[in-house]
């Protein structure tokens, strides 16, 4: 890979408002994958993770567990310090997509449902970062400072 290609997928011109949506959503897609992950914040681990996403036919589900929960904690981390923003929200819009899809699309728009909400917004903010880049306050700019 060239430096030309690294800079392209690290520069950002976007301000503070990159910053105020990465720390948020990195936070709650971390905790969210260190449930799958480790069993943290109430989670079921990789185990129960696994054999509940075997039950709703992603199988095998220890494996579609581990990818949901590597994507969701070290995409949360990578946009919470702002490095790899881009290829993290990359990974962690398809994650949302998949869940909207498989989970909760068929329960309508409202989390009162267990609707697709929550996932939309997640599925947004994800989508807005990879189109701005980590803005200001991030590994990806200071890579990228000239």
Do not use: C
């Amino acid at each position: 890979m060239n430096n030309t290609f690294i800079n392209k997928l690290l520069d950002t011109n976007a301000g503070w408002g990159a910053l105020a949506l990465r720390i948020p959503v990195g936070i709650i897609f971390a905790v969210h994958g260190a449930q799958k992950l480790f069993g943290w914040f109430g989670g079921y681990g990789l185990e129960g993770t696994g054999q509940w996403m075997d039950s709703i036919g992603l199988s095998p589900g220890y494996l579609m567990a581990l990818m949901a929960g590597g994507t969701e904690f070290f995409g949360g981390l990578a946009l919470i310090i702002g490095l790899l923003v881009r290829p993290a929200s990359a990974a962690l819009a398809f994650a949302m997509l998949i869940a909207i899809f498989s989970v909760h699309f068929q329960n309508g728009l409202f989390m009162s449902n267990n609707g697709y909400e929550f996932g939309l917004a997640l599925l947004a903010a994800s989508v807005s970062l990879l189109f701005s880049g980590a803005g200001r306050a991030s590994v990806d700019r200071l890579v990228t400072a000239r």
